[in-house]
Each structure stands twice: as C-alpha cells, then as structure tokens.
C-alpha cells in the first residue's frame, strides 16, 4: 500500500476540498440556461453566458463531475 502512494493515515489528515461557488447557488447561470435551451453547444453557451470557452469549460467540467449535467458529443450539453 505504502509503494503505491495510498498511505491511509496522510488522508485522513487531508484537508477537504473546497466546494466551488458556482455549483452550490441553485440559480447557477448555466444550469438555468440549460434547463431553458434542453441541449446546447458550447460556444453558443459560451456567448450567451458572455464568457470565453477557456473559463466555460472547467465550469462545465464541475459541474458534469458533480451529476447535473451531461457532455454529448460535438461540445454540447444538457442537464442531466
């Protein structure tokens, strides 16, 4: 266990991660617009939530991460 990095008792010590901001307000802006829109691409997400793709992006990721969302193939999304 201890060759492959996994020492039990370092985790348990660990500091939590951080919630992000945006993933714990309900009237998330994405999320809303999602529900409105059903499936959207990403650069039509990313003009009407007036930000560039680079910073879209992670914020999509949490959020699929987290269950509330899906990514479909071609850059679009939906919620899940």
């Known amino acids: 266990i201890s ?3 996994w020492d039990t008792e370092s985790r ?3 500091p939590k991660q951080e919630k ?3 993933l714990e ?3 998330n802006p994405v ?3 999602l529900s409105e829109r059903g499936e959207v691409q990403i650069n039509e ?3 009407a939530m007036n930000l560039p793709v680079h910073q879209l992006s992670p914020m999509l ?3 699929e991460m987290a269950g509330h969302i899906k ?3 071609g850059g679009i999304y939906k919620i899940n």
């Open 12 to 14: 348990k010590n660990a």
């Open 25 to 27: 307000k309900p009237d």
């Open 31 to 33: 999320i809303a617009f």
């Open 45 to 47: 997400l990313a003009i």
């Open 61 to 63: 990721f949490e959020l």
């Open 3 to 5: 060759s492959l990095c």
């Open 20 to 22: 992000l901001p945006f």
């Open 71 to 73: 990514a479909l193939p």
